[in-house]
């Protein structure tokens, strides 16, 4: 893939995201300028509804379709605390909260609860979805896998449902993650399962309006990710710890949130839009991150690969104005060596992008799908029901051929 490059239209990029990305400046500011006024046109004056809105990305994206003109925004999370936060952001920027009829509903979007609030509502001409388990480390027992699969499929597609019933359906967006482009992990396979979901001809969400998804890197220092672990372990005294010379993508809060509203706006129909990254130029060191990180707050890492002893070293350590690093092989369960955004069968497809691709949708048997979806629901419903993780990745593989789960017995729970 061409390396892409931001332009003047971008703004400066935070530094602690400039440490991870190796950018000053958003990577797809660009595209997001020359296509401004047609994102405009498809958001202006409509009714939107965000899913799991409130998490990193979803507040990302919903900080910029506020801009837009939009007519109603509706955020709908769980995390009452995250909530907040956003509502308080959002009205503390310069520009305000110029939406009409927002609001911030902490409500389960696959309960009763959410069905009810959704009769009592207008139809919506957008579905944004950003609920997910999205950690390789939640595949670690039966339990969390099938909460996985709950969150992740079941239900949003129970939510989808629910707003078709309100009259036409909408248009859908629903992010995905590099890690469902051939997947060696449950999580990765979650999420392509999802797609499948989404854009399969006779798939159970084959009536929406048009439908879109968006595979990309590492989202720098957002919630739960390693690189925010940094800032929490510093905060702690606590030594940081990160595989040693393990490449990774990253992209900024903000380019997540641009990425996402390409995607929806300005994707192709039944596409998935992915950045256009060259490994040798854009691929980051996830050490070297961890060393910069340090060296901004002042200090030089000392290395260990014991983890008690860099446990026990943090005070001494910063007497010499060092902190302690700990460095681990990779070699956790599901761990990929490297990042791809597209499998091997996969067809990448211009679309009139400077910075992102668009990767054709390759379909799969409805009738595979529609028994995967309900051998679930069921196992969710009957608890006692002998089940282990094989039976898992055998279900989930024959929907997906090229699923091979990478197997290990270290999983991150084990590790610091």
């Not at 309006?209 to 739960?224: D, H, L, M, P």
Request: aromatic content about 8%.
């Amino acid at each position: 893939m061409a390396r892409a490059t931001a332009t003047n239209n971008a703004l400066p990029m935070d530094e602690l995201s400039a440490l991870a990305t190796g950018r000053t400046t958003d990577l797809f500011a660009d595209d997001i300028q020359r296509h401004s006024v047609y994102l405009r046109e498809q958001f202006e004056n409509r009714r939107v509804l965000v899913l799991g809105g409130a998490g990193s990305i979803g507040a990302a994206t919903v900080s910029l379709l506020s801009t837009l003109g939009v007519g109603c925004l509706h955020i709908v999370d769980q995390n009452e605390n995250a909530l907040a936060e956003l509502v308080r952001d959002l009205r503390s920027r310069q520009e305000g909260l110029p939406v009409q009829d927002f609001r911030a509903l902490p409500i389960d979007l696959g309960s009763p609860i959410m069905r009810r609030f959704l009769k009592d509502e207008r139809p919506y001409d957008w579905v944004f979805n950003f609920a997910a388990l999205k950690h390789v480390r939640s595949e670690k027992d039966i339990s969390s896998v099938l909460q996985m699969f709950d969150t992740n499929l079941l239900k949003p597609l129970q939510c989808w449902r629910w707003v078709v019933e309100m009259g036409a359906p909408p248009s859908y967006f629903s992010v995905s993650t590099d890690k469902a482009a051939d997947p060696v992990n449950l999580m990765g396979a979650s999420k392509r399962l999802m797609e499948h979901m989404m854009f399969c001809p006779e798939g159970p969400m084959a009536a929406a309006k048009r439908a879109t998804s968006s595979r990309f890197a590492n989202v720098a220092f957002s919630n739960g990710s390693l690189l925010e672990s940094f800032i929490r372990r510093f905060e702690k005294l606590q030594p940081l710890a990160c595989p040693r010379d393990t490449n990774r993508f990253f992209i900024s809060l903000r380019e997540a949130g641009q990425i996402c509203l390409l995607a929806a706006g300005c994707g192709p129909d039944r596409h998935i839009v992915v950045p256009r990254f060259e490994p040798q130029a854009d691929a980051r060191l996830i050490d070297k991150i961890a060393v910069a990180f340090l060296r901004y707050k002042g200090l030089e890492p000392q290395i260990y690969h014991d983890e008690q002893t860099a446990r026990d070293s943090v005070r001494q350590d910063l007497l010499r104005n060092r902190y302690p690093l700990l460095l681990t092989d990779l070699d956790t369960q599901g761990e990929k060596s490297c990042e791809i955004f597209a499998g091997p069968a996969e067809e990448l497809v211009e679309f009139g992008m400077k910075t992102v691709l668009g990767v054709r949708y390759r379909s799969v048997s409805s009738k595979l799908l529609a028994e995967f979806i309900r051998e679930v629901a069921t196992l969710i419903e009957s608890p006692s029901t002998n089940l282990d993780k094989n039976h898992i990745i055998e279900m989930v593989s024959r929907v997906i051929p090229e699923f091979h789960h990478a197997e290990s017995l270290q999983t991150l729970d084990q590790r610091m």
